[in-house]
DNA sequence: ATTCTTATTGCACCCAGTTGCAATAATAGC
DNA sequence: GCTATTATTGCAACTGGGTGCAATAAGAAT
């Protein structure tokens, strides 16, 4: 957890809020809404304001403690050791499957080669369906 | 136009906030921001109600006669008869460029294959770096 | 342990977008 | 052209997320 101690280096003060908010992503080791994270910071703590939280997952993710994830209907957050990859979540059952980091190389090549275009796809989320509601959907 | 009549067929009424909307977003030919649409209609008609102008917009998708784009940082509509096709908006002049409709398909069928998910990319709003810009930027 | 500095917090408010509901207006039937 | 029906609207209130600022507390120095 050199997560704090890359907080420290930086000057940046170890709170309460912060501790606890790390502490849940890292513990998890998984992909969390904002709001699963309001829900259990006020569930310990009630008194800790929502700004306060989303001022924290803000500075987590620009020290890299945290990665956050966002699409147009969806914004998630997991802790930086888990690396970079997409996710993609079963718009049926919820089931979220990360994947690999370069799977978009080959647009970004052709973006690149057609239109003099350089898009970076960092965390992104993409809604489908799983194979199994796939095909129970049929 | 035949949107107007789209809409009549479906036992849809043609109200003149909706006229107002469609046109607009017909004539303009180009994308546009809710706010962009919003100001325009307060400018003709004040009192038509944002919440209106939104439920609209929502409508004319459902139906196909304008097309939504959403990222995580920007919404744009554009009307039907422009066809289904993605877009690049650079982060720095806001210059944007359509791309053709299949640019994901070897994400989509990397996906299918590796992990039987099923994903369709339609109307992805990418942001990055164009030709011109990157090139200043060294 | 106390004091001081200033990073961090809580608060109260803002914003874009959405929703329930009563008031309004488009249109079908006369 | 009126009237009745009901789709649509305006309103007011709500949502998730964000911001400026005065109050608070972390931690350095004593």
Redesign the interface.
């Known amino acids: 957890m050199s997560c704090f101690a890359t907080l420290k280096g930086k000057g940046l003060r170890l709170t309460q809020p912060r501790r606890v908010i790390l502490d849940f992503i890292h513990d998890k080791g998984d992909h969390l809404t904002a709001e699963e994270i309001i829900n259990y910071v006020h569930g310990k703590f009630p008194r800790v304001n929502k700004s306060t939280i989303y001022r924290t997952l803000e500075l987590l993710e620009k020290n890299e403690c945290v990665f956050k994830s966002?699409?147009?209907d969806r914004?998630i957050y997991h802790h930086a050791e888990e690396g970079h990859h997409h996710h993609?979540v079963?718009s049926k059952c919820g089931k979220t499957?990360d994947?690999e980091e370069d799977?978009?190389a080959?647009?970004e090549r052709?973006?690149g080669e057609?239109?003099?275009?350089?898009?970076?796809?960092k965390h992104v989320v993409?809604?489908?369906?799983?194979?199994r509601c796939?095909n129970l959907t049929g």
């Not at 057609?114 to 796809?121: A, H």
């Open positions: 966002e699409s147009m914004t993609m079963c499957i994947c799977l978009f080959p647009v052709s973006l057609k239109y003099g275009f350089n898009v970076d796809f993409m809604s489908g369906l799983c194979e796939k």
